[in-house]
């Protein structure tokens, strides 16, 4: 992610708008490569990318809003949980799919990862860079409350 101010953000959003604005589809392509540069889609990134595209602020919103993965604030909280088989063996699925009822905080990235080297000790996880073994989902969301 990109440390930059309010003015050189607003610059590189409306680059990287213009550079895929020609292509079909541009949306998504543009939404994520935003998300990658930045972390999480602001409400000027919305109007940027909008006029970039000819389209409304609140298509633009729809689409944001649609995908769980575009995120309006950064985060300051990251779960990757494994999905990899070895976990998927010993209950990873389940991780996956309870995580978001247990989490109490809005400001959570949860992400999906395809092993963590950590298979012996699956499910894993990883919160804010540590690497959690055997875990659950209220167990991961434990780890993210600390
Ligand atoms: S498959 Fe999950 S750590 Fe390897």
Do not use: K
């Amino acid at each position: 992610m990109t440390s930059t101010s309010s003015a050189e953000r607003n610059t590189r959003v409306r680059a990287i708008a213009e550079q895929r604005s020609h292509d079909r589809g541009a949306l998504l392509p543009i939404l994520h490569e935003v998300m990658a540069e930045f972390g999480h889609i602001d409400r000027v990134d919305l109007e940027t990318i909008a006029d970039v595209l000819n389209f409304s602020v609140a298509d633009v919103l729809g689409v944001v809003s649609f995908y769980h993965d575009f995120r309006d604030r950064p985060a300051s909280q990251r779960v990757q949980v494994c999905r990899g088989e070895a976990c998927q063996a010993v209950g990873a699925e389940r991780v996956w799919e309870e995580l978001p009822s247990h989490l109490t905080r809005g400001d959570v990235s949860v992400e999906q990862v395809f092993c963590l080297g950590n298979c012996a000790l699956g499910p894993s996880a990883m919160v804010n860079g540590r690497l959690i073994g055997q875990t659950d989902a209220s167990g991961l969301a434990a780890e993210v409350a600390r």
